[in-house]
């Protein structure tokens, strides 16, 4: 009988431990990011979190950013920050860069740079892969994928050629 408690508590902490061991690796799983990190890293004001196209995808947006001085006759360039995802969790963050002003083109490429390069350090505690920069400055489009997150650059030239859009983003596994 003295056998009986002595399998019984073996079990239990067994059970213990396995059930310790499967929380702590969702605790730590690194393709997690949790909604308010997200939507906050950039201390930007943001849209509530919500699923507004009926689509079951959700967002937060910031407001555009205007980047350039005002010249009255051409629309100024702006960077806007986007986070996507479940309703509890963040799957995609975006900055996107549009020029519409091409004689601010270079101050606009360091804004979206900069910006870029807050949002990939609060992902990965190193800078900004100069091949990013590269991409953006030549505007070319660009990937690379590490065993947590696959990052882009995505380059849109107008047909009008009066501008273009750019993209960085972050997709996690």
């Excluded at 997690?32 to 079951?56: F, H, R, Y």
């Excluded at 870029?116 to 991409?135: G, M, R």
Aim: net charge negative; glycine share 4%; aromatic share 10%.
């Amino acid at each position: 009988m003295k056998c009986l408690p002595i399998l019984f508590l073996v079990s239990l902490l067994v059970a213990c431990s396995e059930t310790n061991q499967n929380q702590q690796a969702d605790i730590n799983n690194p393709t997690i990011l949790p909604v308010n990190q997200g939507c906050s890293m950039l201390g930007l004001e943001m849209t509530s979190w919500k699923s507004s196209a009926g689509d079951g995808i959700y967002r937060c947006i910031s407001n555009y950013n205007d980047i350039s001085p005002e010249n009255g006759a051409k629309l100024p360039n702006n960077l806007a920050y986007y986070v996507q995802g479940t309703e509890n969790t963040v799957n995609e963050l975006k900055v996107a860069l549009n020029v519409n002003d091409k004689s601010y083109r270079k101050k606009a490429e360091n804004e979206f740079i900069n910006m870029s390069s807050k949002v990939y350090k609060n992902i990965n505690p190193t800078e900004l892969p100069s091949d990013f920069i590269n991409a953006i400055s030549s505007k070319k489009n660009y990937s690379m994928s590490d065993e947590k997150f696959t990052y882009f650059i995505e380059n849109d030239i107008w047909e009008n050629g009066e501008g273009f859009t750019q993209k960085f983003i972050i997709r996690l596994k």
